[in-house]
């Protein structure tokens, strides 16, 4: 794959033409005035009729739990979508995903920040891990964006190492859980209506807390003891609300225990985060794409029109240098993000070094090329107005979340290492 | 024929039969890249890759409502190359199929060899309506879709806001400089509609992947039954003779005030006549 096929053409430019029709004129509103991005995500969802695909997508795969447990076999996902243990390709639909992210990424990437934890990794996990009731009572709307999900597993004193350093607490009481603990940089936090939640086992024993067995709830709004805070200030990706999570003496019966009571209490919970690793980090790509082919735009558009010493500053070699890195940075990601929907299409997947490999380039190339944007523009790159400035706050934190780049560091080094 | 003004309508009453529409759609170079117009014949160049006329978009939408569920959507389009780039597109938004007709010898068609072209892949579809934008976007004409109606024998109905469809009849909105008119014309007809009469949908992604499996009827001049020296450069009754720049717009006067700036401004509009 060198280009997009005419399909994902055609659906680029669909979505480009909503992006610049619904979206853009109300950049400013949703950056800044404190408009939750939920609505534009909804509309985005029934335009294309994404919420109908992913309605029949998931009466498909419950219909495959339900037989699976039917037969008494255990839920554990397969990842093959057939149930058979058989890995098949996709068909390509990974593109059908990434398309509109690169396209939204143009102006807002903090609308794909929240829709993809919503739906990647809120309603991800549950779809994964899930029993089919519990399929049915949160993933059924989460799927659709007709509810908003979290995924709650960061906390203030353990980032990188949220597992190991996770302190929030499952007290078992006999007929459920007690949970406790503070959660933070939790996408959607502020508004979410169903939290997936990390929490250490405390069974009593005197296991070291860092042994624990980490275990994966489900929550709803309004619960009685969970506090959602209001949203951050952030440098940048405003259009994502990020929060705190309060949980004090949460009580919750195991039907909130996320899987079958066997596999959710030996505390499959650290493989549950881990499952998500590389379907995220293949997002933040796409995401950097969105921003690197903005910039270029951008920069080039202005480079041929500013006129400086009465000629375009285009002409300039220092101008041309930049433009050009920005061009290789873009064909780079461009590859890697083809590459990512070939495999998907063949059956197979990046391993996490490679997913981490992708992560960390194309993060820090969104960042770079949105900073020479800005510089190219000089003063007017560092005014709202032209853009870019937005592209550049927002394209810092692709180096940040989803893995920092030096965990995506420790991740490469270990499978080269191991080797 | 343009309908005469019919007065204020009754309320509609009556079962829709299913419709069987047809739009017409012209595929056309992507207005956001630079035209360029061929050296020795002074027409468009239009060999690379070509997107469906925006304002085709709204009469596709008009005809997927009138056609709703139980109707049919049929494109009907004449491009070089067996383009049907813009085809997909207008498939993707929900129509059924499409008749492309693609042949070297159209090449040069003027607006009337387009409507000969037309008509006869319209009578193909059997409709029982004919939609068409007022004007294509890159030829701006506006004379196809009423020479389509002549060849064809049906009324037409050009500039419609509005169009609904009873008893056999339409029923149009038709926009005029003071406002619009109401019209009524029986079926089968051609429409011509405006930017305003809808707002197109955007194709879901659903219908895009189906989009490509959709039949496209690929005919030539012969299939259509006609003779090639009636069409193309050979039946063109018109001849693009020399192409000039158009003029440079004058720079305009700018009025500093100094007190008396509203009255400059006044004279000014008042020379126009606009006051």
Not at chain 1, 141 to 153: E, Q
Not at chain 1, 396 to 408: L, N, P, R, S
Not at chain 2, 148 to 175: C, H
């Amino acid at each position: 794959m060198f280009e997009w096929s005419e399909e994902q053409q055609a659906v680029r430019s669909a979505v480009r033409r909503f992006v610049e029709a619904e979206i853009a004129p109300r950049v400013d509103e949703l950056e800044h005035g404190d408009v939750p991005p939920y609505d534009v995500i909804r509309s985005l969802y029934r335009t294309f009729g994404m919420d109908q695909l992913a309605r029949d997508r998931f009466e498909r795969t419950l219909a495959q739990r339900r037989a699976v447990e039917a037969s008494g076999a255990s839920a554990q996902p397969s990842g093959d979508g057939d149930g058979d243990g058989v890995r098949r390709g996709d068909g390509g639909a990974a593109a059908l995903t990434l398309v509109p992210i690169v396209e939204l990424c143009r102006y807002c990437p903090g609308i794909v920040t929240a829709m993809g934890v919503s739906i990647g990794l809120a309603a991800g996990t549950i779809m994964r891990r899930g029993t089919a009731d519990q399929m049915e009572r949160w993933g059924r709307d989460l799927v659709t964006f007709d509810t908003v999900g979290a995924w709650a597993i960061t906390e203030p004193n353990s980032g990188s190492d949220a597992l190991g350093g996770m302190q929030a607490t499952a007290r078992e009481t006999g007929d459920g859980y007690v949970l406790n603990g503070n959660k933070t940089f939790i996408t959607n936090g502020p508004f979410a209506d169903t939290i997936v939640f990390y929490a250490k086992l405390d069974d009593g024993s005197d296991t070291p807390m860092r042994s624990r067995p980490v275990l994966t709830f489900v929550l709803d709004r309004g619960m009685p003891g969970l506090e959602q805070s209001a949203p951050f200030r952030k440098m940048g990706l405003h259009s994502s609300p990020t929060g705190e999570l309060f949980l004090s003496d949460v009580e919750v019966g195991p039907d909130r225990l996320l899987g079958s009571a066997g596999q959710a209490a030996s505390g499959e919970g650290r493989q549950s985060a881990k499952d998500n690793f590389v379907t995220e980090r293949a997002g933040v790509a796409a995401m950097a794409l969105g921003v690197i082919e903005q910039c270029l735009s951008l920069s080039v558009a202005y480079a041929k029109d500013r006129m400086l010493w009465g000629k375009a500053i285009a002409d300039l070699q220092l101008i041309q240098l930049k433009l050009a890195r920005m061009e290789v940075a873009r064909l780079n990601v461009e590859n890697l993000v083809f590459r990512h929907i070939e495999m998907e299409a063949a059956g197979r997947s990046l391993s996490l070094a490679e997913a981490s490999a992708m992560k960390l380039y194309s993060a820090q190339a969104a960042t770079e090329v949105a900073m020479e944007a800005v510089q190219l523009m000089g003063g007017n790159g560092y005014m709202a107005d032209y853009r870019v400035e937005q592209l550049a706050r927002d394209a810092k934190v692709f180096q940040i979340y989803a893995g920092t780049d030096e965990i995506q560091v420790t991740h490469i080094a270990r499978d080269l290492l191991a080797r | 024929m343009s309908g005469a003004p019919i007065g204020r309508w009754g309320p509609l009453s009556g079962t829709i039969a299913p419709m069987n529409v047809v739009v017409c759609v012209k595929q056309i170079p992507d207005p956001a890249a630079p035209a360029a117009l061929d050296a020795q014949s002074h027409t468009l160049v239009r060999e690379g890759k070509l997107i469906l006329d925006d304002s085709d978009a709204y009469g596709v939408e008009m005809g997927l409502q009138l056609a709703a569920e139980d109707g049919e959507v049929t494109l009907v389009s004449m491009a070089p190359n067996g383009e049907v780039s813009g085809l997909r597109t207008g498939l993707a938004m929900g129509a059924a199929k499409a008749i492309l007709v693609s042949d070297g010898a159209l090449k040069g068609s003027d607006a009337l060899s387009t409507a000969k072209v037309l008509a006869k892949a319209i009578e193909r579809a059997q409709p029982d309506l004919v939609i068409a934008a007022t004007e294509s976007t890159d030829g701006y004409t506006g004379t196809t879709p009423v020479q389509i109606a002549e060849l064809l024998g049906m009324p037409s109905v050009t500039f419609a806001k509005k169009i609904s469809v009873a008893n056999g009849s339409v029923r149009v909105e038709r926009q005029t400089e003071a406002g619009y008119d109401e019209v009524e014309c029986p079926l089968p007809c051609v429409v011509t509609v405006t930017a305003g009469v809808v707002e197109p949908r955007y194709p879901s992604f659903k219908g895009i992947m189906a989009a490509k499996s959709k039949p496209v009827d690929q005919l030539t001049v012969a299939d259509l039954g006609l003779d090639a020296s009636s069409v193309g450069w050979a039946g063109a009754g018109q001849e693009i003779t020399g192409v000039a720049a158009a003029e440079e717009r004058g720079a305009g006067e700018l009025v500093v005030d100094e007190g008396d700036a509203h009255e400059r401004i006044v004279a000014f509009l008042e020379q126009l006549k606009l006051v």
